[in-house]
Structures are given as structure tokens and as C-alpha cells.
């Protein structure tokens, strides 16, 4: 596992990484706010996109050198989803896209580490290395299976209650879930998720301004990265990244994070109502 960088204070440790999440989004929406006051399409201006792609890219290169590549991931999805709303042309994201499809390659050869490529290497097959860099996902899809309908009962997992599975409670969480609760518990979990998501991204289409709009699609990119991500990894779909599931895996950081985005998100869609309503 990687150990990443985080400040003590006594017996707490805050994870920095976690609450620039929130500044992040607050300033790119203020930004591109500020940038398009002269009109929506201003956001496609070339030198004002490069802006607030580079203005993003700072906590992102920091964010890699701890290094931390799934919290990263995170500041991009949600820059996505603010340049989405904020309406950028089709010929960017196609650019993106062909963008991903040559340098995706190129990192893996001669700019992720060691560790980074074997978790890629592990992804696509698993039995490459079942003691070591492929045990704890092999563990996980071996504990969502045995969970089948119902679960095998609170605390009698074999996976995870044995010490086989780890971390159980931070990672692996949905593994637990499946295990333990079932099938039913855990489409529940991803069903709440997406409603949380789906709710989030109409308060952003319904806000009163467009900074709230921006701010909104932020929160809703970081909750649907993390959302996709630990659930992905645990089954095996997606690469293992330690990103841990919102408001069920175990950190304060973490938790206090998506508490505060929560907080914001359900402050815009407040003052949305009684916009809509004083009309």
C-alpha cells in the first residue's frame, strides 16, 4: 500500500489532500464565473480554457507527488463535469479524448512507477501475482461472490471477518458489504449513490446562477469518481486506487470532506427553491 502524506495533530491525522477538494472547486467555479462574464462561450476562448486547466493542474501534480493517483483522478472528473455544464465545445473534448488515448500509453511505459504499473498489470490479470499485488482483489470478488442474495450474516464473513480481506474498512468496504449483507444490500448502496448523484446533478441544471451550477457539478464529479472507483475496484472492474467510498469507508478526513460538499450542495439547492418559489 501506499502511505500517504498526511498532517498529525496529536492523535489525528488530516489528510490535506482531501479538503483541497473543496477549495479546488470552489476557485475553478469562481474562475470560470469571473472568465465568462462577457458570455457563456467564453469558456472556449483557448488562453481562458488553458487558464483553468492550469490552475488545476498545480493540486493535481502535488496530489500525484505523494503520490496519490485516485485522489487526482478525482480533480479531474470533477474539472470535467464544471467545463460540461460550463458548456465547452465538442471539439475540446474530443481533443481530450484523443489526448487520453496517446498518452495513457506513453505514461505507462516511461512515467508511472513500479508499483502504479503493477496495479495496471494486476487489473488486467489478477493471477499474475496472487500472493502479492493481486491477493487483495482476488480476496474481494471472492467475498462479494460468497455474499450471494443475502449476505452471510453481520460479522460472519469468511473473507472478511478471518483477516483475509484488507483494508475491509477503508477500501474494501463494498466487499464487506457484499459479503456479509448480499446482493440486495449492496445494489441498494449503489442505488442510493446514484440517486444522490442524479439529485446533485439537477440541483446543478436548476441553480440560481451559474456559479452555483459550476460549484454543484464539482461535487457531484468527486462523489461520482469515488462512487465508481471503489466500487469498480472491488469487483475487479477497475485498477485499485485507495479511494474510499463516501460516507461508508472509515477516515475523518474523508467523511468531513463529503460532509462539507453535502453542506454546500444542499445550501444551493435552498437557495434554488426559494428563487423558484419567490417567482
Known amino acids: ?103 495513457v500509453p506513453l505514461a505507462y511505459f516511461f512515467i508511472l512507477p513500479e508499483h502504479a504499473k503493477m496495479r495496471i498489470d494486476v487489473y488486467l490479470n489478477p493471477d499474475l501475482d496472487p500472493r502479492g499485488a493481486g491477493y487483495n482483489i482476488i480476496q474481494s470478488k471472492l467475498a462479494i461472490g460468497a455474499g450471494q442474495a443475502f449476505g452471510m450474516g453481520l460479522f460472519k464473513g469468511n473473507q472478511t471477518q478471518l483477516g483475509y480481506l484488507y483494508p475491509k474498512t477503508t477500501d474494501f468496504i463494498f466487499a464487506v458489504i457484499g459479503e456479509e449483507m448480499g446482493f440486495i444490500v449492496a445494489g441498494a448502496v449503489i442505488l442510493l449513490y446514484v440517486i444522490l448523484i442524479t439529485k446533485a446533478i439537477y440541483v446543478a441544471k436548476t441553480a440560481k446562477n451559474d456559479l452555483g451550477s459550476y460549484i454543484v457539478a464539482g461535487i457531484a464529479g468527486i462523489l461520482f469518481f469515488h462512487m465508481v472507483e471503489n466500487i469498480g475496484m472491488t469487483m475487479g472492474l477497475l485498477p485499485i486506487t485507495g479511494i474510499p467510498l463516501p460516507f461508508v469507508s472509515y477516515g475523518g478526513s474523508s467523511l468531513l470532506t463529503n460532509l462539507i460538499l453535502i453542506a454546500i450542495l444542499l445550501n444551493i439547492s435552498g437557495r434554488r427553491k426559494k428563487a423558484l418559489f419567490m417567482e
Open 1 to 103: 500500500m501506499v502511505q500517504l502524506v498526511g498532517i498529525v495533530f496529536g492523535p489525528f491525522t488530516l489528510q490535506p489532500s482531501e479538503f483541497a477538494k473543496i477549495a479546488i472547486v470552489l476557485f475553478v467555479a469562481y474562475i470560470m464565473v469571473k472568465l465568462q462574464k462577457t458570455g457563456k462561450q467564453q469558456i472556449n476562448h483557448i488562453l481562458k480554457l488553458g487558464l483553468i486547466v492550469l490552475i488545476m493542474a498545480v493540486p493535481v501534480l502535488l496530489i500525484i507527488k505523494q503520490p496519490d493517483y485516485g485522489t487526482a483522478l478525482a480533480f479531474l472528473v470533477a474539472l470535467i463535469f464544471m467545463l460540461f455544464v460550463a458548456g465547452i465545445d465538442k471539439k475540446y473534448i474530443i481533443t481530450a479524448i484523443l489526448l487520453v488515448v496517446i498518452l
